[in-house]
C-alpha cells in the first residue's frame, strides 16, 4: 500500500503562471482533502471531495483556484495566474469514509518566483 | 474559530525528560487527533481520541481529552532528541474536514 501520494514535491512557478498538483490518494480511499501550509503555520483546510463531487470547498480562494476528483486518475489542485503569496506546502489527505483515519501525503512545496 | 489553539508555541527540554503539549478548542468535537511534522516533511499521524474517551496511549504517547473543558493534552514520556519535531492537533467536526492549530515547536536537547 504505497499512502497517499503527491507530486511534484517541489514546484516552482513564475509569477502569473499555472501550477498544477496531484494527489494519488490510498487505494480503497474515496475522500480527498487539500490542506495549505504556510511557513511556521499549521494546516488550513482547503477543500473536500468525493469522486467527481466538492463536497466542502469553503477554505478555497474564490478566484484562480480549483480542485478536482475525477473518477479516474488523481485529484488535482489547479491555482491559476500563480502569485508569491500562493507559495506553501499544499498537503492532500485521503480518508475511506468519514469519521475515519487521515492518512497524509508528503506534500508539494510551491515556490513563485 | 473552531481551530485547536496548542500551547506552548515552542517547548526545549533535554533527552529524557517528559513534554507535556496542549489544545484546547472551542465547538463540540467528533474526535481529536495529534500529528508530528519534522521539518519540511509531512505529517504524520499519532494518536485519535474520540469524543467520548478520556484517556489514549500508544507507546510513550498519553493523550487525555477533557470534553467539558475542550481541551486535550498530548505527553511524551522519556523524550528523545528524535522526537524534536512541530506538534499539531486537529480536531475533526461533523463535515469530516480537520481544522489544525498553530502547532507547539518542540526540541529535545541532547
Same mark, same amino acid.
Given at each position: 500500500n504505497a499512502g497517499v501520494m503527491q507530486n511534484p514535491r517541489h514546484l516552482v512557478r513564475r509569477r502569473g503562471q499555472e501550477a498544477r498538483l496531484r494527489c494519488s490518494p490510498m487505494k480503497g480511499h474515496s475522500h480527498v482533502y487539500w490542506y495549505r501550509q504556510l511557513p511556521e503555520e499549521g494546516l488550513k483546510f482547503m477543500v473536500y471531495l468525493q469522486k467527481e463531487n466538492?463536497?466542502?470547498?469553503? $477554505?478555497?480562494?474564490?478566484?484562480r483556484f480549483s480542485a478536482e476528483f475525477p473518477k479516474e486518475g488523481p485529484s488535482i489542485l489547479r491555482i491559476q495566474? *500563480? *502569485? &508569491? $503569496?500562493?507559495?506553501a506546502a499544499y498537503f492532500c489527505a485521503s480518508s475511506p469514509q468519514e469519521g475515519r483515519g487521515y492518512t497524509f501525503g508528503s506534500g508539494t512545496r510551491l515556490t513563485v518566483v | 474559530s473552531q481551530q485547536g489553539e496548542e500551547d506552548p508555541q515552542a517547548l526545549s527540554i533535554q533527552e529524557g525528560e517528559n513534554a507535556t503539549m496542549n489544545c484546547s478548542y472551542k465547538t463540540s468535537i467528533n474526535n481529536l487527533q495529534w500529528y508530528r511534522q519534522n521539518s519540511g516533511r509531512g505529517l504524520v499521524h499519532l494518536i485519535l481520541i474520540r469524543s467520548n474517551e478520556r484517556e489514549k496511549h500508544s507507546g510513550r504517547l498519553r493523550v487525555t481529552l477533557d470534553t467539558s473543558k475542550k481541551s486535550s493534552s498530548l505527553l511524551i514520556t %522519556?523524550? &528523545? %532528541?528524535?522526537?524534536t519535531a512541530s506538534y499539531f492537533c486537529a480536531i475533526e467536526t461533523s463535515g469530516s474536514r480537520l481544522t489544525f492549530g498553530e502547532g507547539t515547536q518542540l526540541t529535545v536537547n541532547p
Open positions: 466538492i463536497i466542502d470547498e469553503s $477554505g478555497m480562494p474564490k478566484e495566474q *500563480v *502569485v &508569491r $503569496g500562493d507559495s | %522519556a523524550s &528523545r %532528541a528524535a522526537d
